[in-house]
């Protein structure tokens, strides 16, 4: 979409910026999903953004929350990333016969292959990747740049089917057609050949770096301890400022523990996953992410980000990334949530608050507040109009 951007706050050319991203027959999602960090809209300036250099897409924005009941398929979005890293970072290691293992829709008799699409910023340069894939490899991979420095229009980098190949750049073919069914060109390139190409190592690195969270916060906190020796001061920071009065954290080869000043003034030790509260631990397992995603301007996927955190604290961690003076390199937080509070107009424009309900009853639909042409403002509250029902995505509650 092509739009004018009038930011009336922006960061100017992060280099990990994603612009869309559409998946299909991926778990509770049967017909393709479309999401985008675009401006939808054009009416009034646009607030949160960040600057692409791309006129296609001139600006992204820093913060989108999808919303929806329980069930509706809010988690099956973030894993349809997850999925797809780890298809980047192992498929090198397939074998010929072994199952690519998608985990495709299963509500329905008429069988597809699932895809996956990602237009992205990395390095000055707009990448559009897409996949499409089912159990028995790598059907279709191509691969698209533009230069934004140099404002060329759209080359390709590479096509590849399972019977034909081509590459305009000048990727060499007898590799590709060595690569098996199993494997994505790119990550074969990357593992197996060592390859040094400028674009290749872009997509594959930018894919890589993001970062996923998921709502089993408390398996992933307990994965990174023996990593968290690092900003520990920082961290601590972070809790105060969310009201936890922390004073130190310990790590050592027994754990993880922090210390609280007593009434008398003296330091005691808390084993930290077993005596600090739900909502502390969240937090502990959330800035391991943030701080390392607004020093390297990336992207941060977090389900469930309101999980046992009060409504302020969850204001907060978005206006971290909202705000360009606490988010000066463009980092992208995109997260599910039920904090329909974060409607308040404050925080969320129309833009980027999206929904994915369960409106037939079988398969998960992804839409966006935008596409509510009845609702005019830009800005503003929606909290009662989702409430309400007026958008979908909220439970059906039966009475009986």
């Known amino acids: 979409m092509l739009t004018l951007c009038l930011c009336e706050k922006f960061t100017k050319n992060g280099d990990y910026m994603l612009i869309n ?38 600006c992204v924005y820093r913060t989108s929350a999808i919303f929806g009941a329980n069930a509706s398929g809010k988690s099956s979005f973030i894993h349809a990333v997850s999925y797809f890293q780890g298809l980047m970072e192992m498929s090198y290691l397939k074998r010929f016969n072994e199952q690519m293992e998608v985990p495709a829709y299963k509500l329905s008799d008429t069988e597809k292959n699932s895809t996956f699409e990602f237009e992205f910023v990395k390095n000055k340069v707009v990448y559009k990747y897409f996949v499409e894939l089912n159990n028995d490899g790598i059907v279709k991979e191509d691969a698209y740049y533009t230069e934004l420095e140099e404002d060329k229009r759209e080359k390709c980098l590479f096509k590849r089917t399972l019977t034909e190949f081509s590459s305009p750049y000048g990727l060499d073919k007898e590799i590709a057609k060595q690569t098996i069914k199993t494997r994505l060109l790119v990550s074969e390139l990357v593992n197996n050949r060592n390859n040094q190409d400028k674009y290749i190592l872009d997509i594959y690195n930018w894919i890589m770096d993001i970062d996923i969270l998921s709502s089993d916060y408390k398996e992933v906190l307990k994965d990174k301890i023996s990593l968290s020796k690092s900003n520990l001061l920082q961290k601590v920071e972070f809790l105060r400022k969310a009201d936890i009065p922390i004073t130190k954290l310990i790590v050592n080869r027994d754990g993880l523990f922090s210390t609280h000043k007593s009434e008398n003034g003296q330091e005691i030790t808390f084993d930290f996953m077993l005596e600090e509260s739900d909502g502390t631990q ?30 302020h604290l969850v204001k907060y961690l978005v206006e971290l990334f909202n705000n360009p003076e606490t988010n000066p390199k463009g980092a992208q937080l995109i997260f599910t949530s039920h904090a329909h509070y974060l409607m308040d107009g404050g925080h969320l424009t129309r833009d980027q608050i999206w929904f994915i309900s369960k409106e ?7 839409y966006s507040l935008s596409d509510f042409k009845q609702i005019k403002r830009k800005k503003g509250a929606f909290y009662n109009e989702y409430m309400y029902g007026i958008f979908g995505a909220v439970p059906n509650i039966s009475g009986d």
């Not at 969240?282 to 409504?311: A, Q, R, T, Y």
């Not at 037939?360 to 992804?366: I, P, Q």
């Open 21 to 58: 991203f559409k998946f299909s027959n991926y778990k509770s999602f049967k017909d393709k999903a479309e999401f985008s960090m675009e401006p939808l809209t054009n009416n009034g300036s646009i607030s949160n953004a960040i600057e692409t250099g791309y006129k296609k897409a001139p």
């Open 282 to 311: 969240m937090l502990l397992c959330l800035s391991e992410d943030i701080f390392w995603v607004l020093e390297k301007g990336s992207i941060l996927f977090v389900d469930e980000l309101d999980n046992s955190l009060h409504p």
């Open 360 to 366: 037939n009853g079988y398969s998960s639909d992804l």
